[in-house]
Structure formats: structure tokens, C-alpha cells
């Protein structure tokens, strides 16, 4: 059963260090999509890529996030420097591209900035 | 500002009960998904509506997408306490884009 897979899974770091978190989507999955997940604002649309292409990071801090896709079966959020409001769960998913099949998310990883 | 609001944002019925949620915009949307969370977990699908005025049904599940697709509705007839959980409404826009509702959180109380 394919799955997208993400690392760490948790995450505790103190404010000001660098956080780098990762993401295998799914084999032929062409689109991958960054979320942050809170209790105050839900499900917030970081980055989304097509063929590894950003198409749309407008939700994205610029100033201290970045994602980015090395490869096709590696996409990285990467945070710098961490503050504490960043803490929240981060997820990836992977889809086809088509408007009508659904995202496959991972697990998440827990991010606690102290 | 929210795409998508969802109301209620927390539901906690009895089992048996019925219920409904709601998923609001004011933009059309290609197609809509709705999910469910548990726990620890990423959102898993549940089902897709494409066409305005679409009813799909899952079992005890009952989704419908407006016809002007903005909106859609949830409902869940005789709950089980296995319904428990975080329920997202997505919007889909042009492009593949998918924006996700503020969320329902769901507890059937046994």
C-alpha cells in the first residue's frame, strides 16, 4: 500500500535553530502540497509543487521558510530561524494532478519550538 | 481569511443521533473532497463531488455538493461512535489547487 512518508515525526527544538523537515511522496505522484495544521486556523496551505516546479508558495513566511524539491521522491520544508509560533503539526501530500483524485497525506511531523 | 468556513466547528451527539455539517464558500470550485482525520493521522478521503447538485452516499454518509458549487453538506444518519473524528471539506480551484475548511470535530458519545 503506498504511502507518503515523512520525517521526523516529532520534532522539539529551541527558537532561532534551523528545522528541516522531510517528505517521500508517492511513486508517480506528480504534485506534492506543504500544510501546517493548527487549532486556530485548520489546515494552512504552505507550498505547492508540480513536477518539482514550485507552483504557489504564497502562504509561506518568506523570510525564514523554504521548501524546495531535490528530487522526485524528496520534498523539504525547511525553517530558519524557528520561533515559537511556528510550533504545529506539518504535513505533505502527494497527488496526481488530477482535480478529481484526492491528496494522500502522511502522518505529519509535530513541531515544538520552545 | 478562510476559503472554506465549516459550521459546527465542534458536534458531540449521542450514538444513534443524526447530524449534518456544513462547508461554505464564496467561490466555485472544480470539485470538492471531504476527509476525515483521526488522531495522529493525515486526512484520509472519504469522497469527491464534481458535478453541482451531486448526492453521493457512503453507508450512513450522505455528501451533496451545491449547484452553484460553492457549498456542500455532510450528513450522517444513526452516528456510531467509530464517526468520531476531525471531518475537512476541500475545495479544489483550477490548477489542482486544494484549499481545506476550518474543520469539524466530531465525538459520538456512546
Known amino acids: 500500500d503506498a504511502r507518503v512518508t515523512q520525517t521526523p515525526r516529532d520534532k522539539v527544538t529551541e527558537m532561532g535553530q534551523e528545522v528541516t523537515m522531510r517528505c517521500q511522496p508517492i511513486l508517480g505522484h506528480n504534485t506534492v502540497f506543504w500544510y501546517r495544521q493548527t487549532m486556530k486556523q485548520g489546515l494552512e496551505l504552505l507550498a505547492y509543487f508540480r513536477n518539482r516546479a514550485p507552483l504557489d508558495d504564497s502562504g509561506m513566511p518568506k523570510d525564514r521558510f523554504s521548501a524546495e524539491m531535490p528530487d522526485a521522491t524528496l520534498a523539504t520544508l525547511k525553517i530558519q530561524p524557528s520561533e515559537p509560533r511556528d510550533s504545529a503539526v506539518y504535513f505533505c501530500?502527494?497527488?496526481?494532478?488530477?482535480?478529481?483524485?484526492?491528496?494522500?497525506f502522511g502522518n505529519g511531523t509535530r513541531l515544538t519550538v520552545t | 481569511t478562510q476559503l472554506l468556513e465549516q459550521s459546527p466547528q465542534f458536534l458531540s451527539i449521542q450514538e444513534g443521533e443524526n447530524l449534518t455539517v456544513y462547508c461554505n464558500s464564496s467561490s466555485v470550485f472544480s470539485s470538492l473532497q471531504w476527509y476525515r482525520q483521526e488522531p495522529g493521522e493525515g486526512p484520509v478521503l472519504l469522497v469527491t463531488v464534481v458535478t453541482g447538485g451531486e448526492v453521493k452516499k457512503l453507508k450512513r454518509l450522505t455528501f451533496q455538493f451545491g449547484d452553484a458549487r460553492k457549498d456542500s453538506s455532510l450528513h450522517i444518519t444513526a452516528a456510531q461512535t467509530g464517526d468520531t473524528g476531525l471531518y475537512l471539506c476541500?475545495?479544489?480551484?483550477?490548477?489542482?489547487?486544494?484549499?481545506f475548511g476550518t474543520g469539524t470535530s466530531l465525538t459520538v458519545i456512546p
Open positions: 501530500a502527494s497527488g496526481s494532478g488530477d482535480n478529481n483524485s484526492p491528496l494522500h
Open positions: 476541500a475545495g479544489v480551484l483550477t490548477g489542482n489547487q486544494f484549499y
